[in-house]
């Protein structure tokens, strides 16, 4: 867009963003422009990142007055002119992004928030202009920079440092470091959203899209690192978990009630199991309608909790060597590894962010054919589907070690061909999108496999 009064005449820009911002917009444009204001330009580096620590600890009433640089315009938070129009404008009508529209909302509580989307939205606008993506430009870098210099402001003021326009301004930094995959600055800005959480005693009161983020976020970065999530799961916005056995495949229901039998250090495996079946069922009944894959608050609410738990899940002493350590516990860490395969590919499949996948993938590939091995004949059945699932979500010239063990299990049932292997795994967990596709071509190479030896 390249007039602004094109916004009037666009009903449907006009519903993506809502009424209230929209609302004054026509009497403003009659008012007169200020004048053009010069932008500050820092570069992004590391310095810029807020000093989370120092300022929430030293804050001081003095510093509670608002910003004067930016005087709104109607509901804007900022200074609005024709090119925040049309950035706001291609945000609402650019091709679907995954919680685009909650960003949309969230940034206008707060004036960094906001900056922070502006930019994120100019960068975009430039990559898909063919623009060199890895070299700010003057406007991106000066939205951020003023971010930046608003969350300073929030973070030295007693009133403001934990209110929810600074976590929306720490939530937008959090995004713009996972956009860029700078996991070492997502830590930072983490860090400083857990000494927020800690002064106000949780994240109650907030509104439901930003409770979401902290969720997606928290848990994106977790799966990077392989570590326990930093907060607990938002129970007021998540419904109640199905515990019913009642329709679960009969060989999971046996592999169920076996593990709920064992010590909780183990039956945590069952509850990984569970809750992964019960997404896909949801995955297999609606996976084939395109609008399934875009309704992302649906898709973090259902994947959320159970990555909140695997990733909650107590980690092995020693995974490289796993000598001493009970087949239970490596049946639990098996279960772990391979459903966190499963939610990073889902994840994918919803466009999230899933730059764990890779990482994630080889460390099941050198543990889990490494270690089902291990397990006896009461985990025959899990450690067949392990193998097969993990083969399944691996790329084809990658399986060569699932493989090599699938031969052995088939060796020892004395079968010479692979599907009763597959329908072993198919009785247990199966998200048919995912793994249907690719289960002829692993027969198949399977049986070539056997052929050859």
Same mark, same amino acid.
């Given at each position: ?13 006009? #519903? ?31 310095? $810029? $990142?807020?000093?989370?620590?120092? $300022? ?9 007055? &608002? ?9 804007? &938070? ?92 720490? +939530? ?20 400083? +959203?857990? #000494?927020? =959480? ?156 899933? =730059?764990?996948?890779?990482?994630? $993938? ?19 059945? /899990? ?9 399944? /979500? ?60």
């Amino acid at each position: 867009m390249s007039h602004p009064d094109d916004i009037r005449r666009r009903k449907d820009v006009r #519903t993506e963003i809502r009424r209230h911002v929209m609302k004054d917009i026509g009497q403003q444009r009659r008012r007169p422009r200020p004048p053009k204001r010069t932008a500050l330009v820092l570069p992004h580096t590391s310095s $810029q $990142q807020p000093n989370y620590s120092s $300022q929430l600890r030293s804050t001081n009433p003095s510093n509670n007055t &608002p910003s004067r640089s930016l005087a709104p315009l109607g509901s804007f &938070p900022i200074e609005a002119d024709s090119r925040v129009l049309e950035l706001l404008n291609f945000a609402a009508a650019a091709p679907y992004q995954p919680f685009r529209d909650i960003w949309i909302e969230v940034a206008f509580c707060d004036p960094g928030a906001f900056h922070t989307t502006l930019g994120n939205t100019a960068d975009f606008l430039r990559r898909i202009n063919g623009k060199d993506s890895s070299v700010n430009s003057r406007e991106i870098s000066s939205h951020y920079a003023l971010s930046v210099a608003q969350l300073r402001r929030r973070l030295g003021s007693v009133a403001e440092s934990t209110s929810e326009g600074a976590i929306a301004n720490v +939530l937008a930094h959090v995004c713009l470091t996972m956009r860029r995959c700078d996991w070492e600055n997502w830590r930072v800005h983490m860090n400083g +959203l857990t #000494t927020i =959480s800690r002064i106000r005693g949780g994240f109650n009161n907030l509104r439901r899209q930003i409770l979401i983020l902290i969720l997606m976020y928290d848990l994106a970065g977790a799966m990077v690192f392989d570590s326990s999530p930093r907060f607990a799961l938002p129970t007021d916005i998540l419904g109640r978990p199905n515990t019913s056995l009642r329709g679960v495949p009969p060989r999971l229901q046996t592999l169920l009630l076996q593990l709920e039998q064992m010590p909780c250090d183990v039956s945590s495996a069952g509850e990984a199991l569970r809750m992964t079946s019960t997404i896909a069922d949801v995955i297999n009944i609606n996976s084939y309608s395109t609008s399934f894959w875009k309704r992302d608050m649906d898709a973090i609410i259902m994947l959320g909790p159970c990555i909140h738990f695997l990733l909650s899940i107590p980690r092995l002493s020693n995974s490289l060597d796993t000598t001493n350590i009970s087949e239970d516990l490596i049946a639990r860490e098996i279960v772990r590894l391979v459903c966190l395969v499963i939610m990073s590919t889902l994840k994918e499949s919803f466009a999230f962010f899933a =730059s764990e996948r890779v990482a994630l $993938q080889a460390k099941v590939s050198r543990f889990v054919p490494q270690n089902a091995k291990r397990l006896g004949e009461k985990y025959f059945e /899990l450690r067949i589907w392990a193998l097969v699932t993990a083969a399944l /979500l691996q790329q084809r010239d990658e399986r060569g070690v699932y493989i090599q063990e699938l031969r052995r299990e088939m060796r020892a049932l004395g079968v010479s061909t692979p599907h009763e292997l597959l329908e072993i795994a198919r009785g247990i967990i199966w998200i048919d999108i995912l793994m249907s596709p690719c289960a002829d071509e692993l027969m198949e190479d399977m049986k070539l496999d056997v052929a050859y030896r």
